[in-house]
């Protein structure tokens, strides 16, 4: 399976697709065609094009839906085609970085090319894509490095520390964050930085229960070979399991995810008869410890799944993020941006003041916006979406004593408004003496009426 990153993509694409001499296809997740070379155009005798088209236009019985839902990987299967022909059928899902499914990759080569020139393309083929996959591999691997984590500050450091120590070890990793943190980004840079870099990477989202339920059912251990089957896909052993968002498990998959951990233990620790070798991640925010209290999360599993334990800090906690992360965007996107650039203080002063919600995620939503809409070279607080804090723009406050004064005349006028003007039922709801009201309805000239 590749890994697409946004600046190589469109050149492996099309370097694969151009190089393809049998019928090929590329299909987005949607599955709808995003480009095909000339023999797929002759094999289906297309008259027009029929990118954008769902693939299922133009052949009923294709499987690449069934490829992009199961994340599975289809080699030369047999396969009749609707327009009446008979060949193999080669489906390759591509994923981008996150590793959810971006586009998958067909091509056919019927009874008619099985020859010893199309062996031989076919070799040359592999090679090709051989060569890409090793190329889009390394550009992974280096996309999840620990110098990606920015920011400064001992629990910074910290983190870093844990991260570097943990990627030597086997045991269940637990990863702690707030929402948008980064927990993911920090679990793929434990995988990558690790002996199982090479090895395959699985995310389970656990916030989808129902189909985690049917996920963990179905698992079982496949006694002639060293594989994992999780669901419809596969898991190299060797490689890791990353359990996403595991305070959202309901009561029947805590019990579930239980089994299956200890399962996996006893696979990896007893059984002879198999060399089964996974590591299992998992991630959450501090709200596990308030389930806990409460007795919705099982003390049972937390104790199995928190070995080791990284908590990752706030965006607060981390100094000099800003400048890094705009930087790193700015990098990612050279050509689409201008190279010459400045970045103002006030602009960042704007982002240190801003309460965020959603941590890194939302700090990148935030430059992505600002250098969409940047004019000139150089970001400026002008360029931030309004909704984050501009201090130009902030209502003035007055001092404690006149904010203490407007929200007392506002409580009185909306007590007095309650109870039709009745001061005496007003004394008694604010808890005052009527006197006081009266001083106070006075002091802020507040109209009662008659």
């Not at 002759?42 to 029929?50: G, I, T």
């Not at 499987?63 to 060949?87: A, H, L, T, Y």
């Not at 689409?336 to 309460?355: A, G, M, R, S, W």
């Not at 604010?430 to 507040?446: A, D, F, G, Q, V």
């Amino acid at each position: 399976m590749g890994v697409l990153k946004n600046d190589i993509s469109k050149t492996v694409i099309e370097s694969i697709i151009n190089y393809i001499p049998f019928p090929a296809v590329l299909v987005n997740r949607f599955s709808r065609i995003v480009c095909y070379n000339d023999s797929f155009h002759k094999y289906y005798e297309l008259s027009d094009s029929v990118v954008g088209k769902n693939i299922v236009s133009i052949e009923k019985e294709t499987r690449i839906p069934n490829v992009i839902d199961n994340n599975v990987v289809e080699i030369e299967w047999d396969q009749k085609f609707s327009n009446g022909k008979i060949g193999k059928v080669n489906r390759i899902p591509l994923c981008d970085e996150s590793g959810e499914i971006s586009y998958c990759l067909a091509f056919i080569y019927d009874e008619e090319s099985e020859n010893n020139e199309a062996s031989k393309e076919n070799r040359i083929l592999k090679n090709v894509l051989d060569y890409y996959k090793e190329k889009l591999r390394i550009e992974s691997i280096s996309s999840y490095s620990i110098e990606k984590i920015y920011g400064d500050s001992e629990k910074v450091d910290r983190m870093k520390k844990a991260i570097k120590n943990y990627t030597k070890k086997s045991s269940n990793l637990l990863i702690y964050g707030e929402k948008g943190s980064g927990k993911e980004f920090v679990s793929r840079v434990v995988h990558h930085s690790s002996v199982r870099k090479e090895n395959p990477y699985l995310k389970i989202d656990c916030r989808d229960n129902l189909k985690l339920k049917d996920s963990l059912r179905n698992f079982s251990v496949v006694d002639d070979i060293t594989k994992v089957i999780f669901s419809d896909m596969r898991l190299i052993s060797g490689g890791t399991i990353f359990f996403k968002n595991i305070h959202f498990l309901d009561e029947e998959n805590q019990i579930l995810l239980n089994r299956f951990i200890e399962k996996i233990k006893s696979y990896n620790h007893y059984n002879n008869k198999i060399s089964l070798d996974l590591r299992l991640f998992f991630s959450t925010t501090p709200k596990i410890h308030e389930l806990l209290k409460m007795g919705k999360f099982s003390r049972e599993l937390y104790d199995n799944i928190n070995i080791l334990k990284i908590n990752i800090p706030k965006i607060q906690e981390r100094s000099d993020i800003f400048r890094n992360v705009i930087l790193e965007l700015i990098n990612e996107n050279i050509d689409f941006y201008v190279k010459d650039f400045e970045i103002d203080d006030e602009y960042i002063d704007c982002l240190e003041n801003h309460k965020f919600v959603n941590n890194i995620k939302e700090l990148k939503w935030i430059v992505t916006h600002s250098l969409e809409g940047m004019e000139g070279n150089a970001l400026t607080k002008i360029d931030l979406p309004k909704w984050v804090n501009r201090h130009d723009e902030i209502t003035s406050i007055g001092s404690l004593k006149e904010e203490v004064e407007k929200l007392e005349k506002s409580l009185i006028e909306k007590c007095l408004k309650e109870t039709k003007n009745n001061k005496q039922k007003t004394s008694k709801i604010l808890k005052i003496s009527r006197s006081t009201l009266y001083e106070k309805i006075e002091k802020y000239n507040i109209n009662v009426g008659m």
